[in-house]
């Protein structure tokens, strides 16, 4: 089975060679607007290839983490399908760092069981941290919504 994992691993090797090559072509920075088309896809790229680095290096023993039940019957999997559904869906109106907030923390509550407390945290963190990292110091414009606005107004991000 561990053989069957490593062509996955070396797959992936593949596809991020050529998505990472794919995305030299796009303009990763301009001096003048900041991070470009490019730079997310490079990024993701590189995470990919070591990712798949680490399947080819630890395989593991190639059995299912859930066993042979069905995903459908797992309530992390379904936390976390219902979560990137809403989020398609509230998006549009809502923005990101209400969105991205309410998703974490009933992800984090019903899917992951943590405590409301942990979920809290760990929602006030992640999307607190990408305003800061993409909005604030990378520029990256924001869908607009009503927090976003408010973070406008106040320097820390950009709208779209």
Known sequence: MRAHVRAVGIA??????????????????????????????????????????????????????GGTESPLRSRCFLAYGAAMLGVAIALPYAGFTITGFVATLLVGRFGENRSWGEALLWALLLVASIVLLFGTALGVPFPTGPMERVLASLGLLRLG
């Open 12 to 65: 992936g090797l593949i596809f991020a060679a050529l998505a990472g090559w794919e995305a030299s072509r796009l303009q990763a920075w301009s001096q003048f607007d900041g991070p470009g088309p490019g730079l997310v896809p490079q990024i993701l790229a590189a995470l990919i290839g070591i990712a798949a680095l680490g399947v080819i290096a630890a395989p593991g023993d190639g059995e299912l983490e």
